[in-house]
């Protein structure tokens, strides 16, 4: 087997199993109220579908760097693809809501791999100057996976049974695990490295108990519920003593070499914005659509599918220039057009046409597939090869905790702000207001009738809500622009003779 052909077949398996994970983040989300019905649970209890999945990723996605070096990137991403395929078997075949739980948590811990390994792999498979078109096409899986999983989950859930939306990642599991056993070659192992232990459990605790406080926050009411500050002091208690102890210890969990590279610190606090935005603007455009406006749940999957196909092309495009154009103006250039994006989104009325809100999702698109793509390559072109791995897994770990930020606060403030905006609409309710008199009501429905209250309360509602939505996307709008001079503390990285030999002989391999 030639050199090309065993990269592209890494390259196949690897995508393979990045897709499944990154799907498998959103996929479920449509089919909750299936399952709620299965398992005969309440909203509160379903939810924990969701939310042991994403704690246990958070947890075990900064281990992943140890566990590489220890037992060698091959062996763990083999282990890791059948730990995830068996696990959403399991899912499906679940019969009780603690069964799924269970299966969800060791679906999250296997899966928590993918994303930071295949990434690592990527780097060190390719060169320099093929890195970044490469980047590109690894960054489809990892963008395009949590777009497209609602579509396919709403589709698979009603043609079929929510239970395909896990048995789904079967055949991707398979394919993903015999490209990895036939093509990818094992890393250098590290006997020498020791596990701290004392670290990772308080990095663990910490990471959950934020977790935890953001999804059940909303439900909770934030910091009126002594749960939610229970669950905050945890996690600050627990950042404290993590971030005391890896300074005092001469073999940190996190190595803190990796935070004297400027651009990996720079690019992982860009991530975590970039998170933020992707997610909870996915998780707000469905409500809006479905509950607001009153879309089917087939059409919300269709028209914010394109989104998707914006990214796929703007990924394609600046995988081509990456070489030639210095990647932060790319970068910037992402951003601005995000920006522009949610400037649109911000206009939005409950009349807002089909074709505005595609136009509007596939800009976006666009935005954030030239944002990925540069930097990771950036983020990662002047850290030391060793710390890859765990520089990779820090980043996979920000991007995440941004999303959890973001649907959490987005979310948190479209419930405050629609009561605000509804009590502010009720104060203008007065017989004596001459709208009410100008006959905008609808015959038979006024303030001297329960049914016309009724009416009025629901279209006072839905338009507080709207605005709320509104608001979110114009603060999202805020702070996407105001990251973009970041972009400039970064180094643009440049080819040096050793990287310049190394694309010489990946060519001749060629």
Not at 282 to 299: D, K
């Amino acid at each position: 087997m030639t050199p090309r052909a065993q990269r592209g077949i890494v390259t196949g398996s690897i995508m393979l199993a990045t897709i499944m994970q990154t799907l498998d983040s959103t996929i479920a989300n449509v089919a909750l109220p299936h399952m709620q019905g299965t398992m005969s649970a309440t909203q509160d209890q379903i939810s924990w579908v969701l939310t042991s999945y994403i704690i246990a990723a958070a947890i075990a996605t900064p281990a992943t760097g140890f566990l590489s070096q220890r037992f060698g990137r091959k062996r763990l991403l083999a282990i890791s693809i059948v730990g995830f395929t068996v696990t959403s078997m399991l899912c499906g075949a679940a019969q009780t809501l603690e069964e799924i739980v269970i299966f969800r948590l060791a679906q999250g811990a296997f899966g928590a791999a993918f994303v930071p390994l295949s990434q690592a792999i990527m780097l060190d498979t390719y060169s320099m100057e093929q890195r970044g078109r490469m980047m590109a096409l690894w960054g489809v899986g990892v963008m395009v996976g949590p777009i497209a999983g609602p579509a396919l989950g709403g589709w698979l859930t009603d043609s079929y049974s929510w239970r395909w939306v896990f048995y789904i990642n079967v055949p991707f599991g398979i394919l993903a695990f015999l490209g990895v056993m036939y093509a990818l070659t094992e890393s250098k192992l590290d006997f020498l490295r020791r596990f701290d232990w004392l670290g990772f459990a308080f990095l663990s605790i910490a990471i959950g108990a934020t977790q935890l406080m953001l999804d059940r926050g909303n439900l909770k009411d934030w910091f009126s519920s002594p749960e939610i500050i229970l669950e905050t002091l945890i996690a600050a208690f627990a950042f404290y003593l993590f971030i005391t102890h890896s300074l005092t210890t001469q073999k940190p969990f996190i190595d803190l070499q990796l935070f004297t590279d400027r651009n990996l610190v720079v690019g992982v606090s860009m991530m975590f914005i970039v998170g933020l935005v992707l997610y909870a603007t996915m998780a707000l455009m469905p409500p809006y659509l479905e509950t607001l406006m009153g879309y089917p749940v087939t059409t919300t999957g269709l028209v914010l599918a394109p989104r998707g196909i914006g990214t796929m092309i703007a990924m394609i495009i600046s995988g081509r220039i990456i070489n030639r154009v210095d990647m932060r103006h790319i970068i910037a250039f992402g951003l601005a057009l995000s920006s522009f994006s949610l400037w649109q989104m911000a206009q939005f009325n409950l009349n807002v046409s089909e074709q505005t809100i595609i136009t509007t999702g596939v800009i976006q698109g666009f935005g954030l597939g030239f944002i990925f793509a540069p930097l990771t390559t950036i983020c990662f072109a002047t850290l030391p090869a060793h710390l890859r791995t765990d520089g990779t897994s820090i980043y996979s770990l920000m991007r995440n905790v941004g999303s959890s930020v973001g649907i959490s606060v987005a979310v948190s403030l479209v419930a405050r702000m629609t009561q605000i905006n509804h009590a502010s609409f009720a104060e203008h309710v007065d017989p004596t207001n001459p709208i009410f008199r100008s006959g905008a009501m609808p015959h038979g429905l006024g303030l001297e009738n329960p049914l016309g209250l009724a009416y009025l309360n629901e279209e006072i509602t839905r338009q507080a809500a709207a605005i709320a939505y509104l608001n979110d996307f114009r603060l999202m709008m805020y702070m996407t622009a105001l990251i973009i001079p970041l972009v400039y503390l970064m180094r643009n990285p440049t080819v040096t003779p050793e990287q310049a030999e190394e694309a010489a002989q990946h060519a001749v391999m060629d």
